[in-house]
T-cell receptor
Framework: AQTVTQSQPEMSVQEAETVTLSCTYDTSESDYYLFWYKQPPSRQMILVIRQEAYKQQNATENRFSVNFQKAAKSFSLKISDSQLGDAAMYFCAYRSPPYNNNDMRFGAGTRLTVKP | GAVVSQHPSRVICKSGTSVKIECRSLDFQATTMFWYRQFPKKSLMLMATSNEGSKATYEQGVEKDKFLINHASLTLSTLTVTSAHPEDSSFYIC???????????FGDGTRLSIL
């Protein structure tokens, strides 16, 4: 079974600074999807960014970007120019390919605090 | 964007009661829906996967008779917690997707409290 590991239970960043959240995963599949979700205190799951494993180019969404290292099975999230509204739990998620279950597994999460 | 509506958002009931939670896809047909459970300050744990018109596939350790899942239409899945007890108190989140290649959209969750 695939596992997703987030080794940083908590992270803190100064407003306007940059922070990187780590995520590693274990899989024998070659075709899969990776995601970062944000869960604020409201507990709504908000998709931040997604990456298809077959794409070598790192995904970017405004201030959010990833460093996808397929060989190392690493998928870190970089948040630039951090804002107070970025404070939340961040979950890394792995999704199997369509031909193999295709369900989504989550890491344990990283709680991000943004200091003014 | 696609919207998934989950109802109720909060429910408090007595031990022994059965509670039904609804998950609806509002603007797309969800062939597959997922049910997750989240304990305080913990991650989302997949409970079961349901495909429209088929029996749900439960994850190991999840009691089928305790957590009844019905996915009778392409826009509605229900999770019924039967004879709920305090240990069933948790945050339950559903998600849905149209096809295997489409994104998975999440509901806003249901906070279940059993007294």
């Amino acid at each position: 079974a695939q596992t997703v590991t987030q080794s940083q239970p908590e992270m803190s960043v100064q407003e306007a600074e940059t922070v990187t959240l780590s995520c590693t995963y274990d899989t024998s599949e070659s075709d899969y999807y990776l995601f970062w979700y944000k869960q604020p205190p409201s507990r709504q799951m908000i998709l931040v960014i997604r990456q298809e494993a077959y794409k070598q180019q790192n995904a970017t969404e405004n201030r959010f970007s990833v460093n996808f290292q397929k060989a190392a099975k690493s998928f870190s999230l970089k948040i630039s120019d951090s804002q107070l509204g970025d404070a939340a739990m961040y979950f890394c998620a792995y999704r199997s390919p369509p031909y193999n279950n295709n369900d989504m597994r989550f890491g344990a999460g990283t709680r991000l605090t943004v200091k003014p | 964007g696609a919207v998934v509506s989950q109802h109720p958002s909060r429910v408090i009931c007595k031990s022994g009661t059965s509670v039904k939670i609804e998950c609806r896809s509002l603007d797309f047909q969800a062939t597959t829906m997922f049910w997750y459970r989240q304990f305080p300050k913990k991650s989302l744990m997949l409970m079961a996967t349901s495909n429209e018109g088929s029996k749900a596939t439960y994850e190991q350790g999840v009691e089928k008779d305790k957590f009844l899942i019905n996915h009778a239409s392409l826009t509605l899945s229900t999770l019924t917690v039967t004879s709920a007890h305090p240990e069933d108190s948790s945050f339950y989140i559903c998600s849905a997707r149209a096809t295997a290649n489409q994104p998975q959209h999440f509901g806003d969750g249901t906070r279940l409290s059993i007294l």
